[in-house]
């Protein structure tokens, strides 16, 4: 995959913009056009106060009682451990053939993995905001060979025939509170971030459309 999700060879990618929608009512629309849409899509949306476990999520990461918080706490089939999804914080699950794999492999994964993270960090580029990759961190980070790297992007998905699940989260403008709240994507000792944390002045629709641009 390229860092474009709208390569000259692949079919018309369907963007949608679905505005805040819960994550189990998220997941149900992924799994549908996963199983029964030949079509590329991209959605985008925003979730309610989540906090989501991945195959290889701990509950002992959950660090409060996440749903006395108004949160809610789902397990769930994409890579990686534990992440937050929140207000502010624009998802976005590609939904896609991915050309020349065979679905699932660690190498087509990581290579589907890395088209996504160059992706954001084009978005960021755009913005005027510098970013990279981190040794060993999937997602995309700030200052990433500084002294304080932070995480403004994750990342996680799921390849299955072929097709791709899950996604990114980019945070906007998020209450980064809640990430102090979870271990997120079991990383300690670094931190996240965020477009607002970082100066940037940007509303949710005009990150929306830069990706959808890309």
Same mark, same amino acid.
């Given at each position: 995959?390229?860092?474009?999700?709208?390569a000259?060879?692949?079919?018309?990618?369907?963007?949608?913009?679905?505005?805040r929608?819960a994550?189990?009512?998220?997941l149900?629309?992924?799994?549908?056009?996963?199983?029964?849409?030949?079509?590329?899509?991209?959605?985008?949306?925003?979730h309610?106060?989540?906090?989501?476990?991945?195959?290889?999520?701990?509950?002992?990461h959950?660090?409060?009682?996440v749903?006395?918080?108004?949160?809610?706490?789902?397990e769930?089939?994409r890579?990686?451990e534990?992440?937050?999804?929140?207000p502010?914080?624009l998802?976005?699950?590609?939904?896609?053939?991915?050309?020349?794999?065979r679905?699932?492999?660690?190498?087509?994964t990581?290579a589907?993995?890395?088209?996504?993270?160059?992706?954001? +960090?084009?978005? #960021?580029?755009?913005?005027g *905001?510098? &970013?990279?990759r981190? $040794?060993?961190?999937?997602?995309?980070w700030? %200052?990433p060979?500084?002294?304080r790297?932070?995480?403004?992007?994750?990342i996680?998905?799921?390849?299955s025939r072929?097709?791709?699940?899950?996604?990114?989260a980019?945070n906007?403008?998020?209450?980064?509170?809640?990430?102090a709240?979870?271990?997120?994507?079991? +990383?300690?000792? #670094?931190?996240?971030?965020s *477009?607002? &944390?970082?100066?940037? $002045?940007?509303?949710?629709?005009?990150?929306? %459309?830069?990706?959808?641009?890309?």
């Amino acid at each position: 995959m390229s860092s474009s999700l709208l390569a000259a060879d692949r079919p018309v990618l369907r963007i949608r913009w679905l505005g805040r929608v819960a994550y189990q009512d998220a997941l149900a629309l992924q799994r549908r056009l996963h199983g029964h849409s030949a079509d590329d899509h991209l959605l985008m949306l925003e979730h309610p106060h989540v906090v989501t476990l991945g195959r290889r999520g701990r509950r002992e990461h959950l660090l409060v009682d996440v749903e006395a918080l108004g949160g809610s706490v789902v397990e769930t089939d994409r890579g990686g451990e534990v992440t937050y999804h929140g207000p502010g914080q624009l998802v976005g699950y590609p939904i896609l053939t991915v050309p020349g794999r065979r679905g699932g492999g660690m190498a087509d994964t990581a290579a589907y993995v890395g088209g996504v993270e160059q992706l954001l +960090i084009d978005v #960021l580029a755009d913005l005027g *905001l510098e &970013a990279g990759r981190l $040794d060993r961190h999937t997602g995309v980070w700030i %200052d990433p060979e500084g002294l304080r790297p932070r995480k403004i992007a994750a990342i996680g998905v799921r390849l299955s025939r072929a097709r791709s699940m899950h996604g990114f989260a980019l945070n906007v403008d998020p209450d980064l509170e809640w990430f102090a709240r979870i271990v997120p994507c079991g +990383i300690t000792g #670094l931190g996240v971030t965020s *477009l607002s &944390a970082e100066g940037i $002045d940007v509303s949710m629709q005009q990150v929306v %459309d830069l990706v959808a641009q890309r």
